[in-house]
């Protein structure tokens, strides 16, 4: 793959990250909260807490049927509703074991393909990791390890799909032609 599918990659993962930052999506890092208008999906992992009955609280994920099951409560419709949707639907059921059941629901791993993006193409290490609120390409770029490119002579390492790469030198096309030649071949001449 050269510059041009490298190019056409940046593209698609920009218009995907922007797809998905246009959407109902929260930030998935551990260190900041999800919003409130997340819409809970099929994978994401749920905490139900259920005020006064620490044998009512559990932590479950979301079915890919899309409901999730916990005591007193089977086969809840979860996907399609915010977290604050689906605790008063859980309290309505629970009224009718429960006096009053105050039901918090909250989001520990947002999984749902909503909250994902995938980083494939030319990059280190393509992978697929949870959105977080205000990230850019770079950002995108960064966790996949970075872009890998197939002429650079400046930095080797061994490309994860067994393909010998190296990491581009970005100087090198700034260099006179008969220097750039003379790297690749190995010779210290400047």
């Not at 940046?10 to 995907?16: E, G």
């Not at 099951?69 to 977290?83: M, N, Q, R, Y």
């Not at 949707?85 to 749902?112: G, H």
């Not at 977080?132 to 930095?155: I, K």
Request: proline share 8%; glycine share 6%.
């Amino acid at each position: 793959m050269g510059a041009r599918s490298f190019s056409l990659t940046l593209a698609f993962m920009a218009a995907a990250v922007s797809c998905v930052a246009a959407g109902e999506t929260p930030s998935a890092s551990p260190k900041s909260t999800p919003d409130a208008n997340y819409i809970i999906g099929p994978g994401d992992v749920i905490q139900v807490f259920v005020w006064r009955n620490p044998e009512l609280s559990v932590t479950v994920p979301v079915r890919p049927d899309g409901k999730v099951s916990t005591p007193l409560v089977e086969d809840l419709v979860a996907v399609g509703k915010t977290p604050e949707q689906l605790a008063r639907d859980m309290e309505k059921v629970l009224a009718e074991y429960v006096r009053s059941p105050k039901v918090n629901i909250i989001l520990t791993q947002p999984m749902s393909s909503s909250s994902q993006v995938k980083v494939i193409g030319e990059v280190k290490q393509p992978q697929s990791f949870a959105f977080r609120q205000g990230m850019t390409v770079l950002d995108a770029l960064v966790q996949a390890g970075g872009p890998w490119a197939v002429r650079g002579r400046q930095s080797s390492e061994d490309h994860p799909d067994g393909e010998d790469r190296v990491a581009r030198d970005p100087s090198a096309a700034r260099r006179p032609r008969q220097w750039r030649h003379e790297a690749e071949r190995g010779s210290a001449a400047r």
